[in-house]
T-cell receptor, first 118, second 115 residues
Framework: EAGVAQSPRYKIIEKRQSVAFWCNPI?????LYWYQQILGQGPKLLIQFQNNGVVDDSQLPKDRFSAERLKGVDSTLKIQPAKLEDSAVYLC????????????????FGPGTRLLVL | AQSVAQPEDQVNVAEGNPLTVKCTYSVSGNPYLFWYVQYPNRGLQFLLK??????LVKGSYGFEAEFNKSQTSFHLKKPSALVSDSALYFCAVRDSRGGSYIPTFGRGTSLIVHP
């Protein structure tokens, strides 16, 4: 089966510009995650969707970050305006189930988008 | 708040020798524990997980991990290391108790297997 797809793979922007990332999860997966992975650190959850609803966005900097998952399939993550500290790899992951059962499930990760803010 | 600690930034081992990558955790309820591996310029790949039951969990590529509740640890092990095992390894935990069940990842441990 096809894995989690992300685009673009690399992006370089200047601070105060805006940027958007796209994720297509594995077909049929109800839950979608966006993570930020800063160099030398583990992934940090930004937002979790179940179908097209937000499960948790407590760690999403909402003054500049936004995300949506229209129709419960593809998702986009946007940063506007970007800051230097947003330079990181943005990972998208998906898992089959949702709710309490989904907590126990394996997450399947995409290759990530590497963002450099100058 | 839940947390995960990977106390070693780097582990060096000779090919053919056993390897251990350490992970300790803190949660308020019962833990769901995961190990993932990351190769350069690639996303994370699942290795194994502990949800309930047998404390020794076997996973992909010959890896295994032992859940130790009293020591709140979930160390990753392999009896005989391969050069191709060299990668970045992440431990993650989710709490069975709580409203959002946010997954928390450790900082990662770089495993270097020498020929």
């Amino acid at each position: 089966e096809a894995g989690v797809a992300q685009s673009p793979r690399y992006k370089i922007i200047e601070k105060r510009q805006s940027v958007a990332f796209w994720c297509n999860p594995i077909s049929g997966h109800a839950t979608l995650y966006w993570y930020q992975q800063i160099l030398g650190q583990g992934p940090k959850l930004l937002i979790q969707f179940q179908n097209n609803g937000v499960v948790d966005d407590s760690q999403l900097p909402k003054d500049r970050f936004s995300a949506e998952r229209l129709k419960g399939v593809d998702s986009t993550l946007k940063i506007q305006p970007a800051k230097l500290e947003d330079s990181a790899v943005y990972l998208c992951a998906s898992s089959l189930g949702g709710g309490l059962a989904g907590v126990q499930e394996t997450q399947y990760f995409g290759p990530g988008t590497r963002l450099l803010v100058l | 708040a839940q947390s995960v600690a990977q106390p070693e930034d780097q582990v060096n081992v000779a090919e053919g020798n056993p390897l251990t990558v350490k992970c300790t955790y803190s949660v308020s309820g019962n833990p769901y524990l995961f190990w993932y591996v990351q190769y350069p310029n690639r996303g994370l790949q699942f290795l194994l997980k502990y949800i309930t039951g047998d404390n020794l969990v076997k996973g992909s590529y010959g890896f295994e991990a032992e859940f130790n509740k009293s020591q709140t640890s979930f160390h990753l092990k392999k009896p005989s290391a391969l050069v191709s095992d060299s990668a970045l390894y992440f431990c993650a935990v989710r709490d069975s108790r709580g409203g959002s069940y946010i997954p928390t990842f450790g900082r990662g441990t770089s495993l270097i297997v020498h020929p």
